[in-house]
């Protein structure tokens, strides 16, 4: 009688699927033995690149001394007198201390409780 083959279809999945992980392994392998060694040409090797800019923050600060001068204490008004004016005195008054104002203190914190 005669014997019936079965058709060849070629390899079973599993091999198929090794083989396949297998080469992409090896790929990969490569390619980072590549970047390691700095000759990927993607990327630039790091002693090439240039040094990161430096950033300089202006910081301006405005300065105002306000002088108020005051006629001198004890003297009286020239024109009362009948007198020439006199010219007044420098006086060393000045304005007030600037007054630093504090930011209010932080509320506080939550009481702890602990669960039994």
């Known amino acids: 009688m005669t014997e019936r083959r079965k ?4 390899p079973g ?43 300089v923050e202006r910081r301006i600060v405005v300065r105002r001394v306000i002088v108020t001068d005051a006629p001198a204490a004890g003297s009286a008004p020239a024109a009362s007198q009948g007198a020439a004016p006199a010219p007044a005195a420098p006086s060393t008054a000045r304005s007030a201390p600037v007054q630093v104002v504090q930011a209010p203190p932080p509320p506080p914190a939550a009481p702890v409780t602990r669960t039994s």
Not at 7 to 10: A, F, L, N, R, T
């Open 7 to 10: 058709p060849q279809h070629g």
């Open 13 to 55: 999945a599993m091999p198929v699927i090794v083989a396949a992980l297998g080469g992409f392994l090896i790929v990969l392998a490569i390619l980072g033995g590549q970047m390691r060694a700095g000759k990927d040409p993607a990327v630039k090797p790091a002693a090439a690149s240039p040094a990161p800019r430096r950033v």
